[in-house]
């Protein structure tokens, strides 16, 4: 898991895919079938986890902020955009 992006409204996780040959997949511990990105909204308090084809889409978006180097407040409302589609509220273990 990669911390990509950390605001006081919101956080982005980068989730891959645990590489068998570093490091053994344990039976008892689901895994990821493919990487994904988690957006949490801190301000609702929700998360949507994105994987297929909208990790493909949200990972177009990081590769053009890589390019342009854009605003915080772009960054923030491309993320306000994902978050409207969050369900899920944050659970903290």
């Known amino acids: 898991m990669d911390i ?8 982005v996780m980068h989730l891959q895919m645990q590489d068998q040959a ?18 949490v909204d801190k301000r609702t308090g929700k998360e949507i986890y994105l994987e297929g084809s909208w990790a493909e889409q949200f990972q177009a978006h990081l590769r053009a902020w890589q390019e342009n180097a854009p605003t915080q407040e772009e960054v923030e409302e491309t993320l306000a955009g994902y978050a409207e589609l969050a369900q899920n509220p944050v659970i903290v273990h």
Do not use: M
């Open 4 to 11: 990509l992006y950390n605001s006081d409204s919101f956080s």
């Open 22 to 39: 570093l490091a053994p997949v344990r039976d008892d511990v689901p895994g990821l079938s493919r990487h994904g990105f988690e957006i």
